[in-house]
């Protein structure tokens, strides 16, 4: 998984995090060819918190900026993080790692891909519009 500047959003705190979301599912992917249990265990009990403080991050980002389309991001992003934590659980209870490889790229690689090139940029343009045509925060 190798990060390509055309991922880049342009918003130093989210790039700098989505370069350590690809540089750790690379070294999830990597011990997963080497058969390293441990290193996978590892690897994934750090991307399910990671994660979630990276969506937090992009989320907070959203509300700061009355971001019109914060429901359907965290949608989104809740959505991953059920599928992450249920494919830790298949391997946990398994320890299939041909399996879990194949997983990991179908929809985890495939996921952070389409999702940093769509949904993510579309909130850094907005994010690097002037700050007039942000909608203020509206609060029940
Ligand atoms: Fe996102």
């Known amino acids: ?33 080497e058969g390293d249990h441990q290193q996978v265990v ?15 991050c992009e989320e907070r980002k959203m509300k700061e900026t009355g971001y019109p389309f914060f429901a359907i991001h965290k949608g989104v992003h809740d959505r991953f993080v ?17 399996w879990l490889a194949i997983k ?16 993510d940029q579309q909130f850094g343009r907005y994010l690097s519009a002037p700050a007039a045509t942000h909608r203020p925060v509206v609060r029940a």
């Open 104 to 119: 990991v790229h179908k929809v985890m690689v495939a996921w952070l891909h389409t999702h940093i090139l769509g949904m």
């Open 42 to 56: 590892e690897m994934l009990d750090f991307l399910g918190d990671y994660v979630v403080e990276h969506f937090g």
């Open 1 to 33: 998984m190798q990060w390509e500047t055309r991922f880049e959003l342009g918003v130093e705190e989210i790039d700098r995090q989505h370069q350590e979301l690809f540089a750790r599912v690379g070294r999830l992917e990597a011990s997963l060819r």
């Open 82 to 98: 059920e599928l992450f934590l249920q494919i830790k659980a298949e391997y946990q209870q398994t320890g299939e790692t041909a």
